[in-house]
């Protein structure tokens, strides 16, 4: 049995090895303290990082920072600006009639035959080194015809030991273009861009016929034993584009394409700024539409490749997601303007400097709020929004309204930066369901009371602490026919106060009275049976429940059952496509600043369930979409302005969704943090961040100082409570040696 006084020593020993030797709780590498590295997290994996298949923003956030389309956002100007990305410049849209005689930028639509962009690209720009680039010495491609054993200990991108790269063509683009009609990638914006270019209908048909022989040949080759899923997986389909013409896309040499379409659209030039557009080499394709390589899930839709100023590096969705800088990126200059108070606010002094800055992003995964907030109030995440339970600690309102840091927050150098975002949250009916869809006077009012019921004034302020404007329709501040005042409320919804101003909801008894007209007074129908309505989600999070249950205590008001179907995001978007909900809750960020992009959402051959567009609501009103054909291709005038109008008070009627808010973003950002401006339009933006990584690992190290006290105190009390123990042993020791 070891001696009481040795234990004592050892236990002593232990102590001061452990608080000597102890550092900050930092959660990340050693390797990577005082490196060039912003810190950032996501709460979801993302279902796509494809530009043909992409169309979310928690998906922007990495494949924007890795592809080039032709153009982009300038990050400062307001109101947003197109400027080049990899186009020398911005194209200006030649139109001509049917006689291809050349017509003035102001021709009315119905004149215009076809309206043709020019892109030239800028030479000399590289992809990033990646294994589908690598040739072997008789410039054959070194990883084509993979087997099982090639891939013995490959698992990512990165473990392959050879890689290539090339220079960015035309080709590049128009091939990427074809892959948005590929049946096999099912581009949720096919059906609005075949609507415009020159025989992308007609092309994509044509593709989809292929693929249905090729597999009505797979099948017949395999009989009975036939299993389409496991054969694609293992043999992959490449359709091969040039089989067929696509007369609105064409090649004038290397670095010059040219994109027709078949009317006037002003809008176009917005998406040629969108990741859709961006270029995608077909080798890249070929490469990963390799057998072996599926059945690895690599793909190209989890590991993408661009030219940008970043490349994927670790691509793990239940930990981290790793982007580096890409090694053969050609440099970008930092905007030398902005607009009028740039200057004060620091966001020129890079004026001119070559980007990116940071040399690596690290997104973790981190599914609850809490752990977020507090890694980054320890200076563990560079930045962060605000939820409702930290709203108190980050911000304060002064008597007008405006919000304020507090004291904490300002005391640790932290900055709050505010704006309202293009956007508009929603919740949107089934038109397709039996019970709240429909376009008769009923269904209408059943929808009318909900929206009425659903006090989204109440909803803001509770959970959102303030944060947002309620709807009246799907246009946001800042969009073209957004009207504000007494000329923009949802008649159906809310009443003017006149005397102050402002809308104000109808009351709750209104809303009884319009579902009681619908056929379900007090919430029963003509039977009594209790109205049951289900409520679709993919609201994971631990803020998610008071939220749900602020949901079914509004209708419970109306006596409407609401039965909650929460799933994660993935599954959502599943059931969307299948059509199996009534009740749903999205969101939609404007993907370029025309009224065109909300109201296209209700579109209907734009539905969800016939057409794998966007409108998941599947609103279809003859009407509405006559107006949005006159309106979509107008440039913004008084006459466009009315047609708006016209389209709004459809909408307000329908109800195919309660309208929801435009919410209003907080951003908090570490003193560390540079040139920071919210740009709504811009998804490439942290090509322009700049980090002051020895001040983010000096307030680590001052936030995160190790406390010793609690360990001082056990080992004081260990001494001190072996004092009789040692005295004892010492009298035993001398009393044996006595003579």
């Not at 409108?615 to 107006?627: C, G, I, K, T, V």
Request: proline content about 8%; glycine content about 6%.
């Amino acid at each position: 049995m070891p001696h009481p006084l040795s234990r004592v020593l050892a236990l002593g020993i232990f102590l001061v090895f452990f608080t000597g030797g102890c550092i900050p709780n930092n959660p990340y590498r050693p390797s990577e303290r005082g490196k060039n590295i912003f810190y950032t997290s996501f709460d979801e994996p993302p279902k796509h990082l494809d530009p043909a298949r992409s169309y979310s923003s928690n998906e922007y956030d990495f494949i924007a920072q890795i592809y080039e389309p032709p153009l982009q956002y300038h990050y400062l100007k307001r109101p947003y600006e197109l400027i080049p990305l990899t186009a020398e410049s911005v194209p200006v849209p030649v139109y001509l009639d049917k006689n291809n005689n050349v017509l003035p930028p102001d021709a009315p639509p119905d004149r215009i035959h076809r309206a043709i962009y020019e892109i030239r690209i800028k030479r000399g720009i590289m992809y990033q080194n990646h294994p589908a680039f690598a040739k072997d010495k008789d410039g054959r491609p070194l990883y084509m015809d993979l087997t099982d054993d090639d891939l013995d200990g490959i698992e990512e991108i990165k473990d392959f030991p050879f890689t290539g790269t090339r220079e960015l063509r035309a080709d590049d683009y128009i091939y990427q273009i074809m892959r948005l009609a590929d049946p096999l990638n099912h581009s949720p914006i096919l059906s609005i861009l075949e609507k415009y270019i020159l025989g992308l209908r007609e092309f994509a048909d044509a593709l989809k016929k292929e693929l249905e022989e090729i597999r009505k040949e797979r099948r017949k080759r395999a009989g009975a034993a036939y299993n389409q899923l496991l054969d694609e997986r293992r043999n992959p389909i490449v359709l091969d584009y040039r089989k067929f013409p696509l007369p609105g896309v064409e090649k004038v040499d290397d670095y010059t394409f040219r994109i027709i379409l078949k009317t006037k659209y002003p809008q176009f030039v917005y998406w040629l700024a969108m990741p859709f557009f961006s270029p995608v080499p077909e080798e890249v394709v070929r490469f990963y539409k390799q057998g072996p390589l599926e059945e690895r899930n690599i793909t190209i839709d989890r590991f993408p490749v661009g030219t940008g100023p970043f490349r994927m590096e670790t691509y793990n969705p239940n930990m981290e997601i790793v982007l580096v800088r890409n090694e053969n990126f050609r440099g970008e200059r930092y905007p030398e303007e902005g607009e009028p108070g740039d200057m004060e606010k620091g966001l020129l002094e890079d004026a001119g400097k070559e980007m990116p800055f940071i040399d690596r992003i690290v997104f973790k995964l981190e599914k609850e709020a809490i752990p977020r907030w507090n890694k980054f109030l320890q200076g563990y995440y560079d930045s962060s929004g605000i939820t409702s339970d930290s709203f108190d600690q980050a911000v304060t309102l002064s008597a007008e309204g405006k919000a304020e840091l507090t004291d904490f927050m300002k005391e640790k150098g932290i900055r709050l930066v505010t704006a309202v975002r293009p956007s508009t949250y929603y919740m949107g009916f089934n038109m397709l369901d039996d019970v709240v869809g429909g376009y008769t006077d009923e269904k209408k009012k059943l929808r009318q009371a909900i929206s009425i019921a659903l006090d989204y004034e109440e909803f803001i302020d509770i959970f959102n602490n303030g944060r947002g404007i309620p709807a009246m329709s799907p246009i946001p501040p800042g969009i073209f026919g957004y009207l504000k005042g007494k000329e923009g409320i949802n008649p159906f919804v809310y009443t003017w106060d006149e005397k102050k101003k402002k809308p104000v909801r109808k009351g709750i008894e209104e809303a009884r009275r319009l579902l009681a007209e619908a056929g379900y007074p007090g919430g029963r129908d003509r039977s009594g049976r209790p109205l049951v309505i289900t409520f679709d989600n993919a609201w994971t999070g631990v803020d998610a429940k008071p939220i749900i249950n602020w949901f079914i205590k509004r209708l419970k008001l109306l006596g409407i059952q609401l039965e909650n179907r929460t799933t994660d995001y993935n599954r959502f978007q599943e059931k969307m496509l299948k059509g199996n909900f009534q009740l749903f809750s999205w969101g939609w960020n404007a993907d370029y600043p025309d009224p065109e992009n909300f109201f296209f959402l209700l579109v209907g051959a734009n539905s969800k369930v016939k057409f794998m567009g966007e409108n998941a609501a599947n609103y279809s009103n003859p009407e509405f979409d006559r107006l949005f054909r006159l309106m979509e291709n107008m440039d913004n005038t008084p006459e466009r302005l009315e047609i708006i109008r016209k389209m709004i008070r459809i909408l307000q009627e329908d109800a195919p969704w309660v309208w929801g808010y435009h919410p209003v973003s907080f951003g908090l950002f570490h003193q560390w943090v540079r040139n920071t401006k919210p740009n709504a339009m811009a998804n490439n933006t942290m090509k322009y961040i700049r980090i002051d990584a020895k001040l983010r690992e000096m307030k680590r190290m001052e936030w995160n100082r190790p406390n010793f006290m609690p360990l001082i105190v056990v080992l004081v009390v260990l001494v001190v409570g072996s004092i009789p123990a040692v005295i004892s042993v010492r009298r035993r020791l001398s009393g044996s040696f006595t003579p």
